[in-house]
């Protein structure tokens, strides 16, 4: 099993830009959520999805998409890049009751 | 005030010492969660607990719900231990469905 898995591991973009960063999971994990690390800040909820088509909205949602078509994919939309969007990005994944996996994090550089 | 407090910040100890990191949380819990993250590295899920004790090798978590309040142990610490430990809660169903983060604490254990 590849466990969780976040693709590109680093990016740089230009404000105005827009990408998306890629989750996939190969655990059959009911649970996956997207989370931003910054300095002084720790980790904050971005959107969370409890299951297939099911998504919310978690601490810092602004500026950010996400859709969950199949249980394995989680990807993020960046709409339009700003440099506050500068962050590293972390997916994770979960069953009901059960520890969080998390993938390597996504360093990404808006300029 | 944060709803997950980390004490202390930041933690410098000597190799063989007895570390504790302490998590107090201030909202409902289904679990709390400890989390591993070496320098520029992914984040690693220790510890799961909703009560009482668990222990992994020389790691010991412990949780008392009525006090709202978790310890990380670690035993006879090693330079290895050295990383970011964070303490993080989930409101329901998996570790995955939307974490809130304490800020973490820095141990640096020295040879």
């Known amino acids: 099993n590849a466990g969780v898995t976040q693709t590109p591991k680093f990016q740089v973009l230009k404000t105005g830009q827009s990408m998306t960063l890629q989750c996939a999971q190969d655990m059959n994990h009911e649970y996956m959520s997207w989370y931003r690390q910054d300095p002084g800040m720790g980790l904050r909820l971005i959107h969370y999805?409890?299951?297939?088509?099911?998504?919310d909205q978690g601490e810092v949602p602004n500026g950010y998409n996400v859709s969950r078509s199949t249980t394995e994919d989680f990807p993020l939309r960046l709409l339009s890049a700003a440099p506050s969007q500068t962050s590293v990005y972390f997916c994770?994944?979960?069953?009901?009751?059960?520890?969080?996996?998390f993938g390597q994090g996504t360093r990404l550089t808006v300029v | 005030k944060n709803e997950v407090e980390q004490s202390p910040q930041n933690l410098t100890a000597q190799e063989g010492e007895f570390i504790t990191i302490n998590c107090s949380y201030s909202?409902?819990?289904?679990?709390l969660h400890w989390l591993q993250q070496h320098p520029g590295g992914g984040i690693v899920s220790l510890f799961m607990l909703s009560s009482g004790k668990k222990k992994h090798g020389r790691l010991i978590a412990t949780i008392n719900i009525q006090e709202k309040h978790s310890s990380l142990h670690i035993t006879a610490s090693h330079p290895r231990d050295s990383a970011v430990y964070i303490c993080?809660?989930?409101?329901?169903?998996?570790?995955?469905?939307?974490?809130?983060f304490g800020k973490g604490t820095h141990l640096i254990i020295q040879p």
């Open positions: 993080a809660v989930s409101r329901s169903g998996g570790g995955a469905d939307g974490l809130t």
């Open positions: 999805s409890v299951g297939a088509g099911i998504t």
């Open positions: 994770a994944s979960s069953r009901t009751g059960s520890e969080a996996f």
């Open positions: 909202v409902g819990i289904s679990a």
